[in-house]
């Protein structure tokens, strides 16, 4: 038993286990995590629905998008911005490796006749020839990405994008890490039966790297037949890291704001957002 409980609270090192597959593709997690996306009022796996509209009708705006736009959405979930993308006759992409999330999206696509291209796919391992005026990536999940991982998607987005297209994503601050206490906290059916239709006891231990500027919410969660473990990684930036690493990949940051509304930037905030493109001199 001690043996046990050391695993539960041992410290891993910093992006040594990636583990959104347990998260995003379970059949009961992922139908769980469809009903927090679906969720109009709160900002959970999604943004609440009147941010997203918001958000929506601010892209459209900063980046002159129109019938003959293409935009990529990576992480896409059950569609909620390429769906209102889509509504205004842009064509989209929409990337993800949930298929509970895809296959609510494809209803929604087919019932409204949209042109949204849904690709089941782990986005990291990712190809097409297709080029995009627009790519987005939307609630911080960049973040949950390790430095390895950031580098082979930036490289990505430099090939996928057109001549003169931007790159917007939205990233978590040095300001919330500071904020972030370590913890550990142990509740039966931890958050209230997410992880498992059956009873479970849940660990959550959130350990803080200090050199990386690395979260890590690490979930144990133990059923009477098995025992899972996922690793909620969260990068943190300030804007000068972030410019830092899109220009070692040739990609430039041309604009910091507070968020994906065009809201003015905030040190004081827990998140902000970039607008990249691509730099022709690297």
């Known amino acids: 038993m001690f043996d046990k409980l050391f695993k ?132 911080c999940d960049y973040c949950a990405l390790s430095p390895k991982q950031r580098t082979l998607l930036l490289k990505k ?7 003169g297209g931007s790159i917007l994503l939205d990233l978590y601050s040095l300001h919330m890490f500071n904020e972030r206490k370590e913890s550990a906290t142990y509740e039966l059916n931890l958050l209230n039966g997410f992880w498992s239709p059956d009873e479970y006891f849940g660990f959550l231990n959130t350990y803080k790297y200090e050199d990386e500027s690395v979260l890590l919410d690490k979930y144990t969660i133990v059923e009477r037949n098995r025992t899972i473990q996922v690793f909620n990684w969260l990068q943190c930036f300030e804007p000068s890291g972030v410019e830092s690493e899109f220009a070692d990949c040739g990609l430039r940051v041309v604009e910091i704001l507070g968020d994906v509304v065009g809201k003015e930037y905030d040190p004081e905030a827990n998140e902000f957002a970039i607008v990249a493109r691509y730099d022709a001199g690297k």
Request: net charge negative; hydrophobic share 35%; glycine share 4%.
């Open 157 to 163: 987005f430099r090939r996928f994008l057109s001549d």
């Open 8 to 139: 539960i609270n041992n410290r891993p090192e910093v992006f040594s286990e990636y583990t959104a597959r347990e998260l995003w593709t379970d059949p009961y997690r992922s139908e769980r995590m469809l009903e927090y996306h679906l969720n109009e009022r709160i900002d959970a796996a999604s943004r609440d629905y009147s941010f997203i509209d918001r958000s929506v009708e601010w892209i459209m705006s900063r980046f002159g998008l129109t019938a003959k736009s293409k935009v990529i959405d990576f992480g896409c979930g059950p569609g909620l911005y390429a769906e209102r993308l889509a509504h205004a006759g842009i064509e989209v992409t929409g990337i993800d490796f949930s298929a509970t999330s895809l296959r609510y999206a494809r209803e929604k696509a087919s019932e409204e006749n949209l042109n949204i291209d849904y690709i089941e796919a782990d986005y990291l391992n990712y190809e097409t020839d297709s080029r995009f005026d627009l790519i987005i990536m939307i609630m």
